[in-house]
């Protein structure tokens, strides 16, 4: 992962802290992809795309996670799932920023569905 990559996971992370999610793991990966961060926001939990996009061509950071990227992200999580004793709720959100340090940050809830 490249610098920017990793600085904007790093303020995701404390970003998605502060606003009461606490982290379960942090780039999980599977032979399908990889999980950016997965957090349990009360009982539910959550499997969250970071994206950085400094430019927004072709629809900035939200347009980037197409129907192929949210299809690798479910088969991670449903791998992941498959590990656990029990399946909790969940759900998928995707965190936008146009910097590293969050500017402009976008969450979006229930960005797709499994």
Known sequence: MNTAGAEAE??????????????????????FGEID???LDGAVLVFIEVRLRRQSDFGGAAA???YHKQQRIIRTAQQYLSTQARTPPCRFDALMMEDAQGRNVQ????????
């Open 37 to 39: 961060l997965i957090m």
């Open 10 to 31: 790093r303020w995701a992370l404390h970003y998605l802290q502060r606003q009461g999610l606490r982290l379960v793991t942090q780039n999980y990966h599977s032979r």
């Open 64 to 66: 980037s996670i197409d």
């Open 107 to 114: 969450w979006i809830k229930n960005a797709f569905e499994a």
